[in-house]
Structure formats: structure tokens, C-alpha cells
């Protein structure tokens, strides 16, 4: 075959793989910037409009609906999460790779927020915390908090909530909009909503309604990562209809790492990453990553330490 043949054969291999596969496809060539618009100076703040399809919004619903239970809220004493009437939700979580429309929901919040996702063979470690789905009926809300940590305990695993992406799953007829009760008037960009629109609860400082689709950004840290007190924000009371929401938090550093008590985490053998990337993680997982009682010679590059 020709040079010329080959390089047609190649093509029309890949156009019709590309037919086959229509319903995959890259994050980059689903995020369009074009949709996003800047809710917040201070603290910064960003809408994607119609960041989920109503597919992947639908799903996320029918993932969490079997498994709510009470949310709860982490103690900045101890870190522990404990019920408390300041968050009167029910929700649960859903792990990373759950199935492929999960895994390109991840896909695309990577992409988007440009922070990282790294993938070793069929380990996956992120910056991210598996996704939480939540469901406020009527009467319910989450209190002005904080998504950055008080307490060494929860800091400890990725450091701070760098940013948080609240992803709307349904559409709310009134109340349950997403507040930042401290951002000043100043600071409002693009997205304005209505005051009259609002329930009393979003009033006062900057709101976003709930759209279904629509994904929130905001960030919970200065760019020099120091927090950011105006990133103080609430979930105002369901006054109509019921509200789904989906809420993705991004820490500084890998949330998924485990360290060591003393705080080391090294490679014996220097070939380990080489061999990581090659796959060995999952396929010789006793010589890499070992156990906690006798360690593997590669658990840096396994990400398991």
C-alpha cells in the first residue's frame, strides 16, 4: 500500500472511531469559556451556565436518592463531622469513577477550574473530595460558613479547601439561593441578580439562584493562599420546591494522600515513578505499595502515602 493509501486508511479508521464514540467526548472540548461569568470580585466568584446536562444532573439525583442520610457539619474542635441545626439537609457522597458519567462530570471540573486530576492505571488521586449531592425540601438550609478549615485535624489531609464548585441539580421556585452574606455591594460582577427575585434570606450581599445545570466557582483562599473571610457563604431556606445540589471541594494539595505519622513519604528504589507510570501500581501492588504493617519500596510514586 501507497504512503497516500495509508495515511487514508488511518483517517478513515479514526473518523469512524470518532463515529462510534460520539457520546465520549474530551472535557476540552465541552468547557466554553464563553458560558462563564464572573459573579464576585471578593471574594472571587464565577457561573458556568449549563456546566451538566440535564442527563448528568438527573443521574447524579438517582445516584444519591437510595443512600441520604442527615448532613452533617465537621467540628473545629476535633474534626469529626457531627449533626447540627446549622446544616438541615440530607445528603450523601458519590466516589470518583462511580461510572463513566461521574467520572466526565470530574473530567470536566477538572478542566474548568484548571486544578489538577492525576490518574496512576486504575488509581485515582485528585485534589478533589468525592462528590457530595444534597437534597434541602422545603424549610431546610445550610448557615453562613466557611469552607476553609479552623482545626488541624481536617487541614491535615490536603490542606485547605482551596475552592468549592456547587453544582445545581434542579431547578428551585423560590428560596435556596447560594449566599455571600459578607461580599461587598463593589464587588459585584456580570451575573446580577434581581433583589425582587430573592427570598429576604439572599439580600444582603451578592446571591446566586439555583439553575438547574448551572455550576458555581468560588474560592476559598487569596491567591497567596491565605483565607479569605468573604468567601464567608450560606444555603438560604427552601420557601418553594425542593433543592438538588452537587458540591465538589478542591483542597491545595492531593486529598487522597495518606502520610506517614512521622511525615515522610519517599521511594526506596529510584525507578519507582518510571514504574508507576508503566502501570506497576496495580499490577505488582505488593512490591510497590505494600502494606501498613510492611510498606512497599514505592509508595510516593503509588500515591499511597
Not at 496512576?120 to 462528590?131: F, K, Q, R
Not at 438560604?236 to 494522600?257: L, N, Q, R, Y
Not at 512521622?262 to 505499595?289: F, H, Q, T
Request: charged share 25%; with cysteine.
Amino acid at each position: 500500500m501507497s504512503r497516500r493509501g495509508l495515511l487514508l486508511s488511518v483517517v478513515a479508521f479514526l473518523v469512524s472511531l470518532q463515529s462510534s464514540t460520539s457520546l465520549i467526548s474530551s472535557p476540552s472540548s465541552i468547557i466554553n469559556p464563553s458560558k462563564v461569568k464572573q459573579v464576585s470580585s471578593k471574594p472571587r466568584a464565577f457561573v458556568y451556565e449549563g456546566f451538566l446536562t440535564d442527563l448528568e444532573c438527573d443521574h447524579l439525583i438517582s445516584l444519591a436518592k437510595e443512600n441520604l442520610q442527615r448532613s452533617a457539619v465537621a467540628d473545629n474542635n476535633n474534626g469529626e463531622s457531627q449533626v447540627s441545626d446549622v446544616r438541615t439537609s440530607s445528603g450523601t457522597f458519590i466516589s470518583k469513577g462511580k461510572d463513566p458519567i461521574v467520572s466526565g462530570i470530574e473530567d470536566k471540573l477538572s478542566t474548568w477550574t484548571f486544578l489538577p486530576k492525576v490518574l496512576y492505571t486504575s488509581m485515582v488521586t485528585e485534589n478533589g473530595e468525592d462528590l457530595q449531592v444534597l437534597r434541602y425540601e422545603h424549610g431546610q438550609k445550610y448557615d453562613a460558613h466557611f469552607d476553609y478549615f479552623h482545626d488541624k485535624v481536617n487541614i491535615a489531609r490536603g490542606g485547605h479547601r482551596i475552592a468549592t464548585v456547587l453544582m445545581y441539580l434542579s431547578n428551585v421556585t423560590k428560596g435556596g439561593e447560594t449566599v455571600f452574606p459578607d461580599a461587598p455591594e463593589s464587588s459585584r460582577r456580570q451575573l446580577s441578580e434581581n433583589k425582587d427575585d430573592l427570598s429576604d434570606c439572599a439580600k444582603k450581599g451578592i446571591a446566586v439562584k439555583p439553575k438547574k445545570g448551572n455550576a458555581l466557582l468560588f474560592f476559598n483562599l487569596h491567591q497567596d493562599a491565605i483565607p479569605d473571610p468573604l468567601s464567608l457563604h450560606g444555603g438560604c431556606p427552601v420557601i418553594e420546591g425542593e433543592k438538588w445540589s452537587a458540591t465538589k471541594w478542591i483542597h491545595v494539595d492531593s486529598f487522597d494522600k495518606i502520610v506517614t505519622h512521622d511525615g515522610s513519604c519517599a521511594d526506596i528504589n529510584e525507578s519507582c515513578e518510571r514504574w508507576a507510570v508503566l502501570g506497576e501500581c496495580a499490577k505488582n501492588p505488593e512490591y510497590m505499595v505494600g502494606t501498613t504493617e510492611l510498606p512497599g519500596n514505592c509508595r510516593r510514586s503509588c500515591k499511597a502515602c
